[in-house]
């Protein structure tokens, strides 16, 4: 498996970054400005098991001209990471193998679904439209923390 790259390897990237809410089912993703200020979901893709979403991560990379990746690791609020952040963590390695060039890291998405669901309370957002929507929410949320994050880095 690749070996993962750090937020420090991704802040010395300059351009785009691609977030990655990897799911079973739905995996959500969100991109930044070329100056990293602002996170925009993009939508989700739902092309079926951890090596075809890896392909599918790596070909919107591509296409969005994304110069890093940031997978979102759910970890436990007593900080461990359990069989899911595993799960993301290898995910994140199958994309770091497809992408030459690109700084691939994973960041704590903590409390973002909660963040998401919560939104999308309060906007009202409720059955199928809420499906479709909660994991692209969810991504944008994790790379606007990513970007905020970032720029306090020295």
């Known amino acids: 498996m690749e070996e993962l790259n750090t937020l420090a390897d991704v802040k ?37 098991g951890i090596d075809k979403t890896a392909d599918a991560v790596a070909e919107v990379a591509r296409e969005q001209g994304a110069v890093a990746v940031i997978v979102g690791l759910p ?3 007593d900080g461990s990471q359990g069989s899911r952040a595993q799960r993301c963590s290898k995910f994140a390695s199958l994309v770091k ?29 409720k059955g199928k439209k809420r499906k479709q929507v909660i994991d692209t929410l969810s991504a944008q949320i994790i790379l606007q923390n990513c970007l905020d994050r970032l720029k306090y880095m020295n």
Do not use: H
């Not at 969100?30 to 092309?47: E, H, T």
């Not at 193998?97 to 999308?120: I, K, N, Q």
């Open 75 to 77: 970890v436990n609020m």
């Open 97 to 125: 193998g497809r992408l030459d060039g690109v700084a691939v890291a994973t960041f704590d998405e903590r409390m973002t679904t909660m963040t998401a669901s919560r939104y999308l309370n309060e906007t009202n957002t």
């Open 12 to 48: 010395q990237t300059k351009g785009k970054i691609l977030s990655v809410d990897f799911g079973d089912v739905r995996t959500g993703l969100a991109v930044s400005d070329p100056s990293r200020l602002i996170a925009s979901g993009i939508g989700y893709i739902s092309p079926g």
